[in-house]
Nanobody
Framework: QVQLVESGGGLVQPGGSLRLSCAAS????????MGWYRQAPGKQREFVSI???????NYADSVKGRFTISRDSATNTVYLQMHSLKPEDTAVYYC?????????WGQGTQVTVSA
């Protein structure tokens, strides 16, 4: 019903930047909440950021001030601009959408922060 495809991950040095993209398609509303989660090896998947109706946003404390989430409604694309990346940001980043109370996930994109 809903398809989410992430891209933009890669290897970056500490202090560097990356911009992740999530292209949404299928039966999704332009106002559906969308966000980003991440999962490091051996750890639980954790919330990173969300953007909802009216472009209201929330961020995990660990990324606040460094990451920015945005959405292009015309293309159904959500972005996560990441600055000042730290080794602890290393994880698989997953795009998330909530449609009719149900969670949808992308396949994930790997972000590795290492010198």
């Amino acid at each position: 019903q809903v398809q989410l495809v992430e891209s933009g991950g890669g290897l970056v040095q500490p202090g560097g930047s990356l911009r992740l993209s999530c292209a949404a398609s299928g039966s999704i509303f332009s106002y559906s909440p969308m966000g980003w989660y991440r999962q490091a090896p051996g750890k639980q998947r954790e919330f990173v950021s969300i953007i909802a109706t009216g472009s209201s946003t929330n961020y995990a404390d660990s990324v606040k001030g460094r990451f920015t989430i945005s959405r292009d409604s015309a293309t159904n694309t959500v972005y996560l601009q990441m600055h000042s990346l730290k080794p602890e940001d290393t994880a698989v980043y997953y795009c998330n959408a909530i449609v009719d109370g149900k969670n949808y996930w992308g396949q994930g994109t790997q972000v590795t922060v290492s010198a």
